[in-house]
């Protein structure tokens, strides 16, 4: 079993930064790879970004390309994702991710999720 819990969100102002983390419990950490999702109001949740499990292979969703990167620490069982020029459309709440079973894009195929942390990008 993994826990997952995500830290860094809060409110900025388009152009700004933020960094999330998300700590995952158990030895097992530095096995799994990791994704972020987002969700906006009143909209499904969406993919943004995956690393393997020892941070060779990253992938990001085209909207955020560019704009956001994906690291890990398996020493510290912590995922971030680094989000530069932020814009309002960046307004979600993000959820991290572990284990995948499938395609890396995919909602369905992740064994562990954490609670979300809200990002509210204003203009």
């Known amino acids: 079993q993994v826990q997952l819990v995500e830290s860094g969100g809060g409110l900025v102002q388009a152009g700004d930064s933020l960094r999330l983390s998300c700590t995952a419990s158990?030895?097992?950490?530095?096995?799994?790879?990791m994704a972020w999702f987002r969700q906006a109001p009143g909209k499904e949740r969406e993919f943004v970004a995956f690393i393997n499990w020892n941070g060779a292979n990253t992938y990001y969703a085209d909207s955020v390309k560019g704009r956001f990167t994906i690291s890990r620490d398996n020493g510290e069982n912590t995922v971030y994702l680094q989000m530069n020029s932020l814009k309002p459309e960046d307004t979600a709440v993000y959820y991290c991710?572990?284990?995948?079973?499938?395609?890396?894009?995919?909602?369905?195929?992740?064994?562990?999720w954490g609670q979300g942390t809200q990002v509210t990008v204003s203009s």
């Open positions: 158990g030895r097992t950490f530095r096995r799994y790879a």
């Open positions: 991710a572990a284990e995948p079973r499938g395609a890396y894009y995919s909602i369905a195929v992740y064994s562990y």
